[in-house]
């Protein structure tokens, strides 16, 4: 096999037509028992279940980004206490940094 190169199996982005195959029957069988109707009355008969299987469908990372505004004086601070502030704002455990 060439190194960074793709020389066999399907093309970059073409479907597996097995996993095709499978989730087209799941599809089949979801309609053939009732649809969304009946897989509403489920979650609500069965919510821990269904927040289970929810779960796996969410991203994994979730991104944020948070503004802080802060007004700290630093003139009278010591540098311990300094380098204690600045770790909280980093989200340090001031606990473990060596002052």
Do not use: C
Not at 4 to 14: D, E, I, L, P
Request: glycine residues 8%.
């Amino acid at each position: 096999m060439a190194v960074g190169r793709k020389t066999g199996g399907r093309s970059k982005g073409t479907p597996n037509v097995k996993t095709f195959g499978v989730k087209e029957n799941l599809l089949d069988v979801f309609q053939e028992i009732g649809g969304v109707r009946n897989f509403a009355k489920w979650a609500r008969e069965n919510e821990t279940e269904f927040y289970k299987h929810y779960i796996k469908l969410l991203p994994q990372q979730i991104n944020q980004t948070t503004t802080l505004n802060a007004n700290i004086s630093f003139q009278d601070m010591k540098d311990e206490d300094l380098s204690f502030e600045l770790n909280k704002l980093r989200g340090v455990n001031s606990s473990i940094v060596n002052h």
